[in-house]
């Protein structure tokens, strides 16, 4: 009686397994975090669990990797911010759904003075600078709760272009563009309804296409 209740849980599961297996793929898949140069573990981990209530998604901070040696630029101080998904896109575990770099050091992108931030749009990979998020980078005082909001918007944003959500004109959405962190403060870490609807189609069609 007791091996025949396990034979019916056994096929139960299975007929489970089987008819869920296209949408389980794709549950099973993960968003990882991925720290570049010297970062502090409680720094990022800040972001993992607001980043798991936003996506809906398991998120894993990945080993901790080598900036990108070629990409810093003596002359101006900083990183290519491109630099950084080139290294995810080659170094990202098979089940990435996404795959965020995260780094303390400045970024640049060739016409521009610097970035928060990169993304493909849509795509797996995106990088957020935190350099530019603390207070006491513009000579205030330190303050670690507007820096942790800082950064979850900062992810939350550049991991919205790879789901394919571009720029909102409402400037309290998450996917408002940042010109300086005055919009990044103003802005909050949720996506507006609009944005919200793109993001679940861009999830859907992603479905459908593998
Ligand atoms: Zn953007
Ligand atoms: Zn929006």
Known sequence: MVKRTALALLIIGSLLGNGASLQGDKVREK??????????????????????????????VLQEQPLPSGAYDAARGQYL???FLDTLRRIYPEDTAKALAVADVDLYVPRLNFVFGEAERPGKVAVISITR?????????????????????EAVHELGHTFG?????????????????????????????????????????GDKSR
């Open 81 to 83: 911010s491109t630099a």
């Open 31 to 60: 968003i990882y975090i991925v720290p570049f140069g010297k970062m502090d573990p409680k720094t990022v981990e800040t972001l993992r669990r607001p980043l798991e209530r936003t996506f809906e998604m398991n998120v894993v």
């Open 133 to 153: 998020l603390r207070p006491e980078y513009y000579g205030k005082p330190e303050d670690l709760e507007l820096f942790s909001e800082r950064m979850i918007k």
């Open 165 to 205: 959500v571009w720029h909102c004109l409402n400037p309290r959405c998450v996917m408002f563009f940042s010109n300086s962190l005055m919009d990044t403060d103003r802005k909050g870490p949720d996506f507006c309804t609009a944005c919200e609807k793109q993001l679940k189609q861009h999830v859907r069609s």
